[in-house]
């Protein structure tokens, strides 16, 4: 796939794509699929909008490379311990454009729903993904993905991706 040769709306539409992928594979619990959306070197962080603003690098979640996030997979299978919940993305206003070096920048606003076995439905957090892009593999793929949420108020419960 050469990026360069897309329209806009081709390019909106293949990183939707891949947004919804992502989406569809935290919320379906396939977490063993969520770094295969990275390249090798690819970075995923969850930051507080507050903290951006500031231009502070103190995060939530950071992950600095795809071996990070496998290890990150594996620690919630083994490791921890939490009460079953579901969750359910829903990703919208998605803006794409063809930036330096031949990545694609995007940003999408988010709201992630989570649902816990013995509760109500409630919204886990909202923010925006800002996204770095590139074509890997043939595919498009994560260089970098931050996950900015809105609220200085966080639940205790995040320990998935967002």
């Not at 231009?55 to 290890?71: F, I, N, P, T, V």
């Not at 109500?120 to 890997?136: A, E, M, N, P, W």
Request: glycine letters at 6%; aromatic letters at 8%; proline letters at 3%.
């Amino acid at each position: 796939m050469n990026i360069a040769e897309l329209d806009p709306r081709e390019l909106r539409f293949h990183v939707e794509d891949l947004l919804y992928e992502y989406a569809q594979i935290l919320d379906d619990g396939a977490l063993e699929g969520w770094p295969e959306l990275f390249i090798e070197q690819g970075s995923y962080e969850i930051v507080a909008r507050e903290n951006v603003e500031r231009g502070l690098r103190l995060a939530l979640m950071r992950c600095e490379s795809k071996a990070m996030m496998q290890d990150r997979v594996t620690a919630l299978r083994e490791a921890s311990f939490f009460s079953p919940r579901f969750t359910r993305h829903a990703i919208s206003n998605t803006r794409a454009h063809l930036g330096s070096e031949g990545a694609v920048l995007a940003r999408s606003n988010f709201v992630v729903f989570q649902t816990l076995v013995d509760d109500g439905t409630r919204i886990l957090s909202t923010g925006r993904y800002l996204d770095r892009i590139v074509v890997d593999g043939g595919r498009l793929r994560f260089a970098e993905k931050r996950c900015v949420y809105d609220s200085t108020l966080i639940p205790n419960t995040i320990a998935h991706p967002l």
